[in-house]
């Protein structure tokens, strides 16, 4: 539970978030949006803790080179378990950019739902009207990672490896 032991969700967290992870031999398996032989790693850890609250998942490159970055959820920590279909979640896609340095955000996430202070821009359900986009982790789930490539290809130098972020806040 959390330090008060009261109920804060969705409104407020009890200690900030920031995960950072080098993606260099952490695979999915495949191309596409599934698993297959995965290395994939965990990037958030919710299960000892009430739950998280990502407020933005990025990729910044270091290479010229664009890579595909995709992101589940399960509710283990040992193994991403590709046969669990159950409990393994395909969460999103981050592809990297090609200039060393670049931040892509993860824009396929959905609306938050905790309340943000905002001015509103332009029409409703936009970024642009101050309705943000997060991803809430539960109680017992964990965030993996890894590079959407066959299990079989070569594993990412660690000085040009793209590194993966999350940020937000633990309940």
């Known amino acids: 539970m959390a ?10 967290i009890d200690r900030p978030l920031h995960a950072l992870a080098t993606i260099s031999s952490q695979k999915t398996g495949n191309t596409g949006y599934w ?3 995965n290395s994939c790693s965990v990037l958030v850890d919710c299960t000892q803790n009430d739950g998280a609250l990502i407020e933005d998942l ?27 279909t159950t409990n393994v979640v395909y ?9 060393p340095g670049a931040i892509v955000h993860a824009e396929n996430l959905p ?33 993996w990672v890894g590079r959407a490539v066959a299990s079989t290809e070569a594993n990412l130098d660690f000085t040009t ?11």
């Open 111 to 143: 609306f938050g739902v905790a309340p943000y202070p905002t001015v509103p821009l332009a029409s409703d359900n936009t970024r642009e009207a101050g309705q943000f986009k997060s991803l809430y982790i539960p109680k017992g789930k964990v965030l």
């Open 35 to 37: 698993l297959s032989n």
């Open 3 to 12: 330090a008060t032991s009261t109920n804060k969700q969705p409104l407020l």
């Open 91 to 99: 969460v999103t896609q981050v592809e990297s950019g090609t200039t």
């Open 161 to 171: 490896a793209p590194v993966v972020g999350a940020q937000g806040g633990f309940y």
């Open 58 to 84: 990025y990729v910044i490159a270091r290479e010229a080179t664009s890579h595909k970055i995709s992101f589940f959820m399960s509710n283990t920590t040992d193994v991403l378990r590709e046969s669990d």
